[in-house]
């Protein structure tokens, strides 16, 4: 069995997992639009792909399934979710397992705005979102939020092109940065479905934040929801993070799970104030904080390895220890 992860980007132990998930019975493969990459070293085959948005991705994603006998393939990276979501079809032709949820599911993680409503369709707290920069004035006039408000993009990822605003001032300033910051990344590939709206106003939620990783099987059904602290967080992902035990959080785990619907791992985000679970954003994917579940004994590669060889998976292997304090380091990795 051979599985390929696209879009790999940083995530070394990722690819690390997998290996040991399929050691003595198949190879990672991994992919990304650079070869000035830490996984190419340690994966067992490596290639360099057009960039997401370009119409050459797909066949050459599909044609180098054929020729290495690639069995599924996984994504780590948000802006490649609704690409692969769409061209499901396109590898189940040739035989090739897809691992993501279905274009609804992602756009719903995808866009902020999308998300918000879906929340509040479900009544599920979320902080207060606005749209409009002409609502979020009026919001403010009539004493329905305050400043500080965060700006950031409506189809983003980790703190790209988010600000925090105190005052009228500074919000017509950081609107323009946050808009110029939108044209100028990859953000601008999916903005441009709405480039007038590609900005949302967030009331900022204080109080301790968590990360949830709620687990599903291939089919969509809830497997488990690992529940952890966050300790330290840098640039929108976590680096110290403590596993607990935490009843609500899982319960609303499962809700998102049985409303969602999603395939494999979903990332939340949230904060607790006053005793209440705020969501903050959603990855349909591998977050940043999947490694400190699977070092507390969450082993999810090895699950979906057994769920694509029709294998049973049992309840103890979705068990994970309370109290795992750990942390992301930085290593040098020599790149050939």
Request: net charge neutral; hydrophobic share 35%; glycine share 4%.
């Amino acid at each position: 069995m051979n599985i390929l992860l696209t879009s790999v980007g940083r995530r070394s132990y990722i690819v690390k997992y997998f290996k040991d998930a399929l050691y003595g019975i198949g190879e990672v493969h991994v992919a990304n639009s650079s070869d000035i990459n830490p996984c190419f070293s340690i994966a067992d085959k490596s290639i360099v792909t057009p960039l997401i948005y370009s119409s050459e991705y797909i066949p050459f994603i599909k044609e180098y399934c054929i020729k290495n006998s690639i069995n599924a393939i996984i994504s780590l990276f948000d802006v490649d979710l609704p690409i692969l979501a769409s061209n499901i079809e396109v590898f189940n032709q040739i035989g090739v397992k897809v691992i993501i949820s279905d274009k609804n599911t992602i756009d719903i993680c995808n866009d902020k705005w999308k998300t918000y409503e879906f929340f509040s369709r479900n009544n599920i707290n979320f902080p207060k979102t606005y749209l409009c920069k002409e609502d979020l004035k009026k919001a403010i006039k009539n004493y329905e939020t305050s400043y500080p408000i965060i700006l950031k993009p409506r189809w983003g990822m980790g703190t790209i092109a988010t600000y925090q605003v105190n005052n009228d001032l500074e919000l017509e300033v950081i609107y323009n940065k946050v808009l110029f910051d939108v044209k100028n990344t990859y953000l601008k590939y999916e903005s441009y479905s709405d480039i007038d709206n590609c900005i949302i106003f967030q009331e900022k939620i204080f109080g301790k934040e968590y990360g949830l990783d709620v687990i599903n099987d291939l089919n969509g059904n809830y497997q488990i929801t690992v529940v952890k602290e966050k300790i330290e967080m840098r640039a929108g992902e976590t680096y110290c993070s403590k596993t607990i035990k935490h009843e609500p959080l899982s319960l609303l785990g499962e809700k998102i799970s049985k409303l969602l619907n999603h395939v494999g791992n979903l990332d939340v985000d949230l904060i607790h104030y006053n005793d209440i679970p705020y969501i903050l954003d959603l990855n349909a994917r591998f977050g940043g904080g999947y490694p400190f579940s699977h070092i507390a004994g969450i082993d999810l590669p090895k699950a979906i390895v057994k769920w694509l060889n029709h294998q049973k998976t049992y309840d103890y292997e979705f068990k994970y220890d309370c109290n795992v304090l750990s942390y992301k380091e930085f290593n040098i990795r020599k790149i050939n």
